[in-house]
């Protein structure tokens, strides 16, 4: 046999696994491109933020929009307060919250602890089918159930109010909780609830003071979705709870929130590059690092706990 022919057999020997080389670089260039383009967008978007943020604190002083109680940038005598879209932010996402925590966390539990095989996978999907449902068709939910049902209560309760929003807003995010909590819940080692019941705890016991608390760190994970879920809303507040920036701590008050005012102004007749185009920015900013936030909170609080249990 020839030198050449011997060449030629190494190669084609070797053929194969060069191919499957090749193949898994491939499939790792897209996986990067994949993982890289989410990345690249959330900059892009963080970009383009920062930059018209900072051409409008060009012309508002940072302190002015951090304390001034007042939004009105689009009249004549014009205010950059953020406070009024914070404060009605904050305050439905704040009912929404002590809606959606407990129901969210009491079926977590009932689906991963209590409930039988058929009735859990009959419930979960149509309890995550809430999801499914658009944001407007809550919102109008909102104003026309909602609100009418509240007012038998609360006579005094204007048409436009933050407490029905977020009522409504604290059912949307249920499944949010409930689905990630009661995936924390079934990761728990079974040992444990063996464990449990074999010191002669119950249940229930076992569920609230063995399984809480050794998925907490996922249940707080849970939590933090909901809460950005609910702080970047829009279309329930702007149906539901109004368009009017007042600052306001009491629920029962009509208020807008920062999505609203964004989708409101983004839509209108507004010449692009004006001072009160640029509000948007500067309040998308700000709802930016208020999830940031949020986010920075649950991560410790989740590490913190996993590392206690």
Do not use: C
């Amino acid at each position: 046999m020839t030198e050449n022919s011997v060449q030629i057999l190494r190669v084609g020997h070797r053929s194969p696994r060069l191919v499957h080389n090749l193949r898994e670089r491939a499939i790792a260039f897209l996986l990067f491109l994949a993982a890289f383009s989410s990345v690249a967008t959330t900059i892009a978007i963080l970009a383009i933020l920062v930059y018209e943020s900072v051409s409008f604190f060009q012309e508002v002083p940072i302190w002015n929009f951090l304390t001034d109680t007042k939004w009105s940038p689009l009249f004549e005598d014009a205010h950059y307060g953020i406070l009024p879209l914070l404060s009605g932010t904050l305050v439905t996402t704040a009912v929404a919250l002590f809606v959606a925590i407990p129901i969210g966390t009491i079926s977590a539990i009932y689906l991963s602890e209590f409930a039988p095989l058929r009735l859990r996978e009959v419930v979960k999907p149509g309890l995550e089918l809430l999801v499914g449902i658009p944001t407007v068709v809550y919102g109008y939910f909102a104003l026309l159930a909602v609100t009418p049902w509240l007012q038998k209560l609360l006579p005094d309760l204007p048409s436009s109010n933050m407490l029905s929003a977020g009522i409504v807003m604290g059912i949307m995010i249920i499944p949010y909780v409930s689905s990630v909590s009661e995936d924390a819940m079934r990761a728990v080692p079974l040992y444990l609830r063996e464990g449990s019941a074999a010191m002669g705890a119950t249940r229930l016991q076992t569920a609230w003071k063995i399984v809480f608390p050794a998925a907490i760190s996922g249940i707080i994970a849970a939590y933090i979705l909901g809460i950005s879920r609910a702080i970047g809303e829009t279309m329930i507040v702007a149906i539901a709870a109004g368009l009017q920036p007042i600052f306001t701590l009491n629920p029962m008050d009509e208020a807008a929130t920062i999505t609203a005012y964004i989708v409101s102004v983004s839509l209108g007749d507004l010449p692009h590059g004006t001072l009160e185009y640029k509000t948007i920015f500067a309040a998308g900013l700000t709802l930016v690092l208020i999830t940031l936030l949020f986010n920075i909170l649950g991560y410790f609080l989740s590490k913190k706990y996993r590392e206690f249990y």
